[in-house]
């Protein structure tokens, strides 16, 4: 089925302070949109500012592409941090079962893929 990206992201509010404590918290609901489910999981469209708590996806790879702004995406892998800035028409693919993060994302328009389940942490995976 077609879907219009233009269309659903300009019916998302922008959340303008996400923090990581909002993944355990329904008022942010607005900046996110599921687009259409996709194998194990689904296709979703974001618009924040700000970071995400931690988060890795034991069933397979997530695709992160950034369609506008720009954030640090954080790989958790071997008790190490790599840091990978995107903005604009970057995408990166993180394997399954790495923690994960976004941190200092701004004006941030992101399209996932996402299988399921999913896990979330405040804390760093590990310490």
């Known amino acids: 089925m077609k879907k219009s990206l233009t269309q659903i992201l300009s019916g998302l509010t922008h959340l303008p302070d996400r923090s990581p404590e909002m993944a355990f918290d329904t008022h942010a609901t607005e900046a996110f949109a599921e687009v259409a489910p996709y194998r194990d999981g689904a296709v979703y469209l974001s618009y924040y500012s700000g970071s995400s708590e931690w988060e890795r996806h034991p069933n ?43 941190e200092g994302s701004e004006q941030l328009k992101v399209m996932t893929i996402t299988p399921q389940p999913t896990d979330h942490r405040l804390e760093t995976p590990g310490t």
């Open 60 to 102: 397979g790879d997530e695709v992160v592409l950034v369609l506008a702004g720009t954030t640090t995406v954080i790989l958790l892998m071997d008790a190490m941090e790599e840091r990978i800035f995107l903005e604009q028409g970057e995408l990166v693919v993180v394997p399954a079962g790495v923690w994960h993060r976004f």
